[in-house]
RNA sequence: GGUCUCGUAGCUCAGCUGGAUAGAGCAACUGCCUUCUAAGCAGUAGGUCAUAGGUUCGAAUCCUAUCGGGAUCACCA
């Protein structure tokens, strides 16, 4: 779904409407056609005089003159053929356009038209987003934080990019890592639940996953001491053995185990609800493994069928991927039993089985199944389904500590419930300090920090691009100054204020005649940009996109707030003009942010 | 070893579908609150865009190679 930006930009009047003057230009100056694609308008340079610029350097084959000179013909065809272009000047071979100030006040009457400005058109496609994904085993950590705040920002992102969005996940609530907290919590929980531990479910499920790892390291210890070597040890330990017994009890549905594990995966849901309703996220469809791990087995056969995938003597089946220079896939082990691809062959399956109308299906997930994604897409191509050409792995770096890797199994993860409260408490902290508060409720005052604390979370994780990888040191408290959200929620906070004050003065916020100032000027250009920067973050499933170009907005804004009176100003058009500026730039901030999944306060 | 990916200021990152003198934030230093919220604004300093070639009128951006970091190449999930 990747899609050239230049696609969509054409289709901005302005930025056409000189492609158009161009091509008619050179045929009218130089007699010759030029290549649409080779005339790319873009905003000139804020050192140089004039709002777009055209190269002119694709053009002097065709004119057998200087740049220069090409460009000074170029602008004064410009000139004369297109009204809104009022002048030109030339700096090497770029050609500089100046825009008639007309153009940049429709520009912004436009905006302030649409209160859901950006946002497009029904595209009449279904797109699947799939984010979350976590083991019932142990609580989410800072991973699934990215993951989660990135799934969820794409999804709406999507969303205002006119298709319909379902969000969903599949829970791993299933499988060996199960069992394991399942039988440390038998062996050692002497019958411990979350209301008489006072603890979360899903920590107190963590624990006895943490409490497993504990007694089966021990046991492998004595067992090397027994002579025996590490590999042996690892597969040999009772713990282990009884694990992997525990497995198959529940596999063949034994009643003791399968009610000990709806039990515990109990515990686990009622912690993950509260930790979703803090991040204020959601889901619209449910996938539990354990209905769908023993899908795709019928599309193995369909495959065998079709020769798609070969049989061999021992009776696993398998995928020849030395076509796609990939190494050959295993679909199903020669006693039948299937693996993780052949489950997620088949869950897709499904899912289009459950939504015929669904276009793709988007998967975020880290970058360690940058493999198993590209298999998955190409088996599934290979299998003859379409709707896999619009499959995507949104593929995000795993997060690091300062000492390396983050290990579940050995407690060395940042809780995600733990770094949530901490940041909110900083920044109730900070908001207290600086002492704004008046006027606001003990409930206002709490949600505003969470407000800042979260929205300062997300903001954190979203702006990097999702491929890279990060460090995250939990000594150095995330901060919430420079390019961060509560920087830009404090821009809309002032925003609210000002139009506030403009409210209770009775100031009209209705021009006639007005003048631009260069700042002005500047804002609209950028607030112009906003459904090309959303469409482009959309076919790019990139919010970082997004994020920098908020960032860009809101410092664009603060700039013109320092410099430019908006109240104080004498002029009532001037006033009127910047109040209806100014709110329209504080509601492309919420209706950006909002995408982000975070929320701007009023009064901060 | 094969494949993929990243390498831009002391640190964290933009910019990468080729365009002008490579931009922010943090940290350091300097100014600006009797004036619309100083979580702000303005300024100083900081760069061989990993390296070497190539394509081009033009390369941080595209291609090739090399170096360095990460991921992956399971009959694990």
Redesign the pocket.
């Known amino acids: 779904m990747?899609?050239?930006?230049?696609a969509f930009y054409c289709k901005l009047k302005m930025e056409e409407l000189i492609i158009q003057a161009v091509i008619k230009g050179i045929a009218s100056i130089y007699g010759a056609e030029v290549d649409v694609n080779?005339i790319?308008p873009?905003k000139?340079?804020k050192?140089?005089e004039?709002d777009l610029?055209v190269?002119v350097?694709?053009f002097?084959k065709i004119s057998k003159k200087s740049?220069e000179q090409t460009a000074e013909d170029l602008g004064n065809y410009l000139v004369e053929h297109v009204s809104q272009i009022t002048d030109f000047n030339v700096?090497?071979?770029?050609l500089?356009l100046s825009i008639a100030a007309e153009y940049w006040i429709k520009e912004l009457e436009n905006i302030n038209q649409h209160q859901q400005y950006g946002k497009a058109a029904p595209s009449g496609k279904t797109y699947m987003v799939e984010y979350s994904s976590p083991?019932t085993n142990k609580p989410l950590h800072l991973g699934h934080l990215r993951n989660i705040f990135l799934g969820y920002a794409v999804a709406e992102i999507l969303k205002a990019n006119g298709h319909s969005v379902i969000k969903t996940q599949i829970i791993?609530d299933?499988?060996?890592?199960i069992c394991k907290s399942m039988l440390a919590w038998q062996k050692f929980g002497k019958g411990e639940t979350p209301e008489s531990a006072n603890l979360k479910g899903d920590h107190l499920v963590g624990k006895y996953y943490v409490e497993f790892d504990k007694a089966y390291k021990k046991e492998i210890n004595r067992l090397i001491e027994e002579g025996l070597t590490k590999e042996v040890a690892e597969k040999e330990a009772p713990i282990f053995k009884e694990a992997q017994e525990m497995l198959r009890k529940w596999e063949q549905g034994d009643e003791e185990v399968v009610a000990l594990w709806k039990k515990m995966n109990g515990w686990v849901y009622e912690g993950f609800d509260v930790t979703y309703k803090t991040m204020g996220v959601d889901f619209d469809e449910l996938y539990y493994?354990s209905d769908t791990?023993l899908l795709g087995k019928s599309a193995v056969e369909e495959g065998l069928k079709k020769q798609v995938f070969e049989q061999?003597e021992?009776g696993?089946v398998w995928c020849n991927l030395s076509a796609e220079?990939?190494?050959d896939k295993?679909l199903l082990?020669?006693?039948g039993?299937?693996?993780?691809?052949t489950?997620d062959i088949g869950t897709a399956i499904e899912r289009y089985k459950n939504h015929p109308n669904l276009n793709g299906i988007i998967y975020t997930v880290?970058?360690?199944?940058?493999?198993?994604f590209n298999v998955l897409f190409t088996i599934l191509k290979k299998l003859g389904y379409k709707w896999a050409e619009e499959c995507h792995h949104l593929s995000y770096?795993?997060i690091?500590l300062p000492d390396g890797?983050m290990k579940s199994r050995e407690g060395t993860v940042v809780d995600a419930d733990e770094l949530m409260a901490e940041i909110v408490n900083d920044?109730k902290k900070?908001?207290q300090e600086?002492g704004?508060l008046d006027g606001l409720s003990q409930h206002e005052k709490e949600q505003?920090y969470a407000q800042?604390g979260l929205g300062?979370l997300k903001y954190f994780l979203l702006?990097?691009?999702a491929?890279?990888?990060?460090?995250f040191n939990p000594e150095e408290s995330i901060?919430?100054?420079?390019?961060?959200a509560?920087?830009i929620?404090?821009?809309y906070?002032?925003i609210?204020?000002?139009l506030k004050?403009a409210n209770e003065l009775n100031y009209s916020s209705i021009y006639t005649n007005v003048e631009l100032n260069e700042e002005e000027i500047t804002l609209i250009k950028l607030m112009k940009d906003y459904p090309i920067v959303l469409h482009?973050a959309g076919a790019?499933i990139?919010p970082?996109?997004l994020c920098?170009y908020i960032?860009e907005l809101?410092?664009t804004f603060?700039?013109?707030?320092?410099?430019?009176?908006?109240?104080?100003?004498e002029d009532k058009n001037k006033l009127a003009f910047r109040l209806v500026l100014s709110e329209n730039v504080a509601k492309i901030i919420a209706l950006s942010m909002k995408l982000l999944g975070i929320e701007v306060?009023?009064?901060?």
């Open positions: 990747r899609e050239k930006k230049s080779s790319q873009q000139t340079r050192e140089f004039g610029t190269v350097f694709p002097t740049p700096v090497k071979g770029f500089n083991n791993n299933r499988g060996i890592h493994e791990y061999k021992d696993s220079k990939l190494d295993l082990r020669a006693d039993t299937s693996v993780y691809m489950q880290g970058n360690e199944q940058n493999h198993h770096g795993m690091a890797k920044a900070m908001t600086r704004h505003l800042i300062g702006k990097v691009d491929k890279k990888g990060m460090v901060d919430l100054n420079g390019n961060t509560p920087f929620q404090y821009a906070a002032r609210q204020s000002l004050k482009e790019n990139s970082a996109t920098n960032y809101v410092k603060n700039h013109f707030y320092q410099n430019i009176p908006v109240l104080r100003e306060p009023t009064k901060m």
